[in-house]
């Protein structure tokens, strides 16, 4: 699914699959989806998107910065979420019935390459 970080503790349960050292973690998270998505319904989804990023800057008092990228060939949301000293980035890449959220939490003073890793390497099933 992903290429986690050489030494890192790895764990899988049915719907994720984290690795994380210290406070640094990634993890994906898989979600059945109501209906199924097709790329012609990228902008059709934004918002909905888009409200749970917001959701996720309420709950975490954060300041959030968005945009789009490209993730296994695919159009995918991206959300930068920062608090104190604690940056959480998350990834919504949709496919047919599923949804998956890639996260990564870093401090500021953490290298961002383990969540650039994880978009890069990541992989639906």
């Not at 690795?19 to 973690?25: D, E, H, S």
């Not at 975490?60 to 910065?65: D, Q």
């Not at 650039?116 to 639906?124: E, G, I, K, N, Q």
Request: net charge positive; hydrophobic share 40%.
């Amino acid at each position: 699914m992903f290429e986690a970080p050489s030494g890192w503790t790895v764990e899988h349960t049915l719907r994720t699959a984290s690795a994380w050292t210290g406070r640094q973690l990634v993890q994906v998270t898989v979600l059945p989806l109501g209906r199924a998505y097709s790329p012609a319904l990228f902008a059709k989804v934004q918002p909905e998107i888009e409200r749970v990023a917001t959701g996720l800057k309420d709950k975490l008092h954060a300041t959030v910065a968005g945009r789009t990228l490209r993730v296994a060939g695919e159009q995918a949301w991206q959300y930068d979420l920062k608090s104190g000293d604690t940056v959480w980035q998350v990834t919504f890449f949709l496919r047919g019935k599923r949804e998956f959220q890639l996260y990564c939490r870093r401090t500021s003073r953490d290298s961002n390459a383990p969540c650039s890793t994880l978009v890069s390497s990541f992989r639906p099933r």
